[in-house]
């Protein structure tokens, strides 16, 4: 089973391999049938990340500031981009809501 590197998705990808070969067109000839696209990937293509005022409005009129003290608290979930003290931190809307899901019933994430 194979991790997705840029959404942590655990399956298998649709992906040639260097075993694959091409032909002069640039047409991949495989030996076995070829499998449908990829739509994971394709779904996580058009996801954008939410800063730190997006993510507070999302979450019902926060302060932004509370939001990135909840994130490098480990509170919220998020994703650190640069490194040090003054980090930025950016959100996926869906990790946003299955935390606050998470929050409403009292079931962990």
Known sequence: MDV???C???GDHTQTTATDEYDRKGTLNQSKPSAPPD?????HSTTRFLDA???AAHL???NSRTVTRWA???YLPAYPIGEGKRRLWRFLRTDLDVW???R???VPA
């Open 4 to 6: 997705c590197g840029s």
């Open 8 to 10: 942590r998705w655990r």
């Open 39 to 43: 739509t994971h990937t394709f779904q």
């Open 53 to 55: 005022a997006d993510a």
């Open 60 to 62: 019902g009129g926060l």
């Open 72 to 74: 490098r608290e480990g």
């Open 100 to 102: 606050m899901s998470a």
């Open 104 to 106: 409403r019933t009292g």
